[in-house]
């Protein structure tokens, strides 16, 4: 029987963000610049009202400006694109965020073109999406980042692993296998239309949830000794009752069989604030030089 390692997102976002303290500090003292990030909230989800205040306190922590607009859920379109305009023309403001998902009577895709791609420290706008398809420098989606790291730190090299993402999104499966194929992995990105799902995860040496279903990866769909990197952060409510977080894989079937698993919550997703702080220090000094 394996035994299955627990791969710790909490502490190594932890870390990253102690380090980024002291590049902040650096820059700071050797340009007279803070790093700005301004995030924008429309409307009261929830789940977003929280990743917001978790993002304005972990970038004042990092000794960075941070910027905070809440717009009301019925906010028109033109206003939204005329708080980004604004906030591209402000030489205080290294980075923007607009946070996901957007009420649905605005067009998601419109505000992040709008986006200055300079500032676009999630790496939404299709020029960051493009530089990183043909291998150019760019800001890289923060989950996706995230997620390398992890398994550059559990792995080491990736060449010529077999990766299996499944879930094709723009935020996360796309930006995912592009950032593996530089890490000259071998890539399948699978989806709901993929033949034979469980079969293409068997062959993964590296396997990653980033589809939204709760527990929909079984534990029988995974190579043993196989990584898995788990995106998946559903909200559903347990037989007791009780709401819980759980993630794309069934973590409990996955013991004994993977080599290495992330946690839901405590894997993926501290690391995807910890990106962004590392993206906003990125798009700072790339605005300077
Ligand atoms: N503009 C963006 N919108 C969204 C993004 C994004 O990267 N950019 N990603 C997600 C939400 N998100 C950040 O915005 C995010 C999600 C989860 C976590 C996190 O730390 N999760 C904890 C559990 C937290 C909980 O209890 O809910 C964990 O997994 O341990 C941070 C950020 C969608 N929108």
């Known amino acids: 029987m394996i035994e299955t390692r627990l791969i710790d997102g909490k502490a190594f976002a932890e870390t990253m963000r102690a380090r980024l303290k002291g590049e902040v500090a650096a820059f700071i003292k050797e340009t007279g610049v803070t ?11 929830p789940a977003s009202a929280v990743y917001v205040r978790n993002k304005g306190k972990q970038t004042l922590e990092a000794g960075m400006a941070s910027i905070e607009h809440k ?3 019925e906010a028109t379109q033109d206003e939204v694109l005329a708080l980004v305009r604004a906030l591209n023309a402000d030489p205080a403001v290294h980075g923007i965020l607009v946070q996901l998902p957007l009420p649905g009577h605005i067009d998601a895709q419109a505000v992040l073109a709008t986006i200055d ?3 676009d420290v999630d790496g939404f706008h299709v020029v960051n999406a493009g530089r990183l ?8 989606p923060c ?3 995230g997620c390398v790291m992890l398994l550059k730190d559990t792995l080491g090299s990736l060449a010529g692993l077999e990766a299996v993402v499944v879930g094709r999104s723009n935020i996360v499966g796309k930006p995912l296998a592009q950032l593996l194929l530089r890490e000259d992995c071998t890539v399948t990105l699978a989806h709901s239309r993929t033949r034979d799902l469980p079969a293409v995860c068997r062959r993964a040496d590296i396997l990653i949830g ?3 279903r709760p527990e929909m990866i079984r534990g029988d ?3 043993p000794g196989a990584t898995v990197i788990d995106v998946g952060i559903n909200r559903i409510t347990g037989a007791d009752g009780k709401g819980r977080l759980v993630g794309d894989v069934a973590f409990e079937e996955a013991q004994g069989i993977a080599g290495a698993i992330t946690p839901v919550p405590g894997g993926v997703g501290p690391m995807t604030i910890a990106c962004l702080l590392a993206n906003t220090l990125t798009a700072a000094r790339r605005q300077l030089t």
Request: no cysteine.
């Open 35 to 45: 790093p700005g990030l301004a995030v924008v909230l429309v409307g009261e989800d």
């Open 71 to 73: 717009l009301p859920a």
């Open 210 to 212: 980033a589809v939204g």
């Open 143 to 145: 989950t996706p980042l």
């Open 133 to 140: 398809a043909v291998g150019l420098d760019a800001l890289v």
């Open 117 to 119: 791609p300079a500032k």
């Open 221 to 223: 769909w995974i190579k």
